[in-house]
Each structure stands twice: as C-alpha cells, then as structure tokens.
T-cell receptor, first 109, second 115 residues
Framework: DAKTTQPPSMDCAEGRAANLPCNHS???????VYWYRQIHSQGPQYIIH???NNETNEMASLIITEDRKSSTLILPHATLRDTAVYYC??????????FGTGTRLQVTL | DAGVIQSPRHEVTEMGQEVTLRCKLI?????LFWYRQTMMRGLELLIY????????DSGMPEDRFSAKMPNASFSTLKIQPSEPRDSAVYFC?????????????FGQGTRLTVV
C-alpha cells in the first residue's frame, strides 16, 4: 500500500485558514487521496477525496500537485470545532483503507 | 438512514469471557471494515469484507478474534477468550463498492475494557 507522511501536529488561529500537508510519493495511478478527521473519541469522519484535480466541498478544499506526490487539505476558516486529528490516506481498488498517525490540528482563540 | 450503528457502546468484561461486538451497515453498502484503536497502535484495520466475503483478515491479531457477516447488513466481531490487552475502541465502517471510490462511513465505536 502507498504510504503517507504528515506532520504530527499543527496549530491554527480561529478564523484563519488551516493548511494541512501530506506527502504520498508512492501513490499509484488508480489511487485516490482521501482525508478523514477524528474528533476526540468519535469515529473518523470523511472530509474530501480526489484523484488528480483539485476538489472543494462544504467542509474543505483539496489541492493535489500535478505529479500527485503530495496534497494539501485546506480548511478555509478554522473554528474551535475543527480541532481534531486529520488523516491523509491513499486508497484505491487494490489497496486497503489504512490510517497512519495523522496530524493533530489544534485551533486556538 | 441512521448511519452505521454499533452496539454496545461500552463493554466491560472479565478476562477469559467471550465478547461480541455488533455492527449494522448503512443500507445499500456492501463493503465492511473493522478497526481497533489504541493509544499505542493508533487505528488498525483488522478485517474487511466485500459482499459478505472476507477479503483481507491479515490485521486480525490472533485466532481469538473472528468476524462474520451473517447477512448483507450486519456483522459481528467476536473475541474468545478476551484478554486485558484487547481493551480498545473498536470501530466498524461501511461503504459502497470499492470500485466506486466513495467514502467509508464510521460508527461511533464500542469501547471495550477487559479486566
């Protein structure tokens, strides 16, 4: 399975954009980049996913580099409720939905 | 739809006892995943099913663990006999067919404590 590398932790001021990076240099052509987050002890929550093009939904934007070796999840206006562990996963028909250690995002006042 | 439903939410049992965790998939989903989460090991994939068939159980820690899908909408994860090191939060998740590249939806988890 392709692996991902994320910083262990990040801070962001409330109201500012949170930019969470992810490296996935061994991603294969048919694997998507998925982002999930886990708030405290709840089940992981899906945020967004993409293959090649940048994606945006009501929660976030996903920017994928042209070579697909890295991506950035953008929370445009972070709030305290966005404090969570964010997981970047590469997943496709031939790979497993496995979680790494993620980035612990702390949103502060 | 009420989402993925897991029961019980909390379970406390004595070492050596059998424990059964339950999961109801979202209607129409046919992929099912079981995970275990601990502070030390993070979120580990134990097993996943597609169309009621176990596809990969390489994450199941040992023979004490078994998982089944008796029908398309329900799954159980059984631990027999349970040990203190099995204490963790167990999550299940379901999704549409893998080929559609859609997201997985997670339940709220079962917190298992083995004393």
């Amino acid at each position: 399975d392709a692996k991902t590398t994320q910083p262990p932790s990040m801070d962001c001021a409330e109201g500012r954009a949170a930019n969470l990076p992810c490296n996935h240099s061994t991603i294969s052509g048919n694997e998507y980049v998925y982002w999930y987050r886990q708030i405290h002890s709840q089940g992981p929550q899906y945020i967004i996913h993409g293959l090649k093009n940048n994606e945006t939904n009501e929660m976030a934007s996903l920017i994928i580099t042209e070579d697909r070796k890295s991506s950035t999840l953008i929370l445009p206006h972070a709030t305290l409720r966005d404090t969570a562990v964010y997981y970047c996963i590469v997943y496709g028909t031939a790979s497993k939905l496995t979680f790494g250690t993620g980035t612990r995002l702390q949103v502060t006042l | 739809d009420a989402g993925v439903i897991q029961s019980p939410r909390h379970e406390v049992t004595e070492m050596g006892q059998e424990v059964t965790l339950r999961c109801k998939l979202i209607s129409g989903h046919n992929s099912l995943f079981w995970y275990r989460q601990t502070m030390m090991r993070g979120l580990e994939l134990l097993i996943y099913f597609n169309n009621n068939v176990p596809i990969d159980d390489s994450g199941m820690p040992e023979d004490r663990f078994s998982a089944k899908m008796p029908n398309a909408s329900f799954s159980t994860l059984k631990i027999q006999p349970s040990e203190p090191r099995d204490s963790a939060v167990y999550f299940c998740a379901s999704s549409l067919p893998k080929a559609l590249n859609t997201e997985a939806f997670f339940g709220q988890g079962t917190r298992l404590t083995v004393v």
